[in-house]
């Protein structure tokens, strides 16, 4: 394991689901913590809670991301800090349930805005950083979305279609330069986190069935925590989540697009 000595992880939506649990895992291993979130009362939170128990530094900064210039402001926010920051986790990041046509445009801005920008502009101020002291990690939240259309999902799957191809490109151009930077992207399938409640999702499928197919957010930033250390450019944590994953790629996009619907679809008893 490489050592973490006065190193330091910044995290995107650190105060809850698979942001919080990421948290945890890094400062259990030593790291400072710089938390963002648009929520102040959490922030707060995870603050004392991650300081007490692990006694490492934690600086918080309230930000909503899904603004125009707040990954600027962030990154400008930090430095003032003296803080170098030596992993970047993008983990924040929302959906919508719905049909495509009735969803306010301005809710499609703000998904794309924090799932696609505010994650492409983060990684491109810290990248450069990185690869001028070629060092450094980027851990990128993708899901098992990104790799399967998603009726009633629409924008949400393709933002995160982005993040899986985005995160492998740079990869292969971090690689390419001899940089001893490295980028992982993390695929998690269903999580037991707050983002269906805040998509309009707890009466659907997926949810009601989520004894079944829903992961911890615990393991899958275990998961996540030694794939990045490893340097893996792609994980995707559970052996279910694999193989749906191989499997759906071998047919027909129609047919991925019907099977995806049915988790999304109004759960009936």
Excluded: W
Excluded at 112 to 138: C, F, P, S, W
């Amino acid at each position: 394991m490489e050592s973490n000595e006065k190193k330091t992880v910044l995290i995107t939506g650190a105060t809850s689901g698979i942001g919080k649990a990421l948290a945890h895992k890094f400062a259990g291993n030593g790291y400072d913590i710089i938390a963002v979130s648009r929520n102040e009362d959490e922030l707060n939170k995870i603050t004392s809670e991650i300081q007490n128990q692990y006694g490492v530094e934690v600086f918080s900064i309230k930000k909503d991301l899904a603004q125009d210039g707040a990954a600027k402001e962030v990154y400008s926010e930090v430095k003032q800090t003296k803080r170098t920051v030596n992993i970047l986790v993008n983990d924040a990041g929302v959906g919508q349930r719905g049909n495509f046509v009735d969803i306010p445009t301005e809710k499609d801005s703000e998904i794309i805005h924090l799932n696609v920008l505010a994650l492409a502009q983060l990684t491109k101020l810290y990248a450069k950083e990185m690869v001028e002291r070629d060092e450094g990690r980027i851990l990128n939240l993708g899901s098992i979305a990104g790799f399967q259309p998603g009726p009633m999902m629409a924008i949400y799957h393709a933002t995160k279609a982005f993040v899986v191809s985005f995160s492998e490109a740079l990869a292969t151009e971090l690689k390419d330069m001899k940089s001893a930077v490295t980028v992982t992207c993390l695929c998690p399938g269903p999580t037991d986190t707050n983002f269906f409640s805040r998509a309009d999702m707890e009466n659907t499928n997926v949810v009601a069935n989520k004894d079944k197919l829903m992961e911890s957010p615990h393991k899958v930033a275990e998961e996540g925590y030694e794939a990045l250390m490893k340097g893996e450019r792609i994980h995707i944590p559970g052996a279910s989540n694999k193989v749906m994953t191989f499997t759906r790629r071998v047919i027909p996009k129609s047919l991925q697009a019907k099977i995806q619907k049915k988790f999304y679809e109004t759960h009936e008893e």
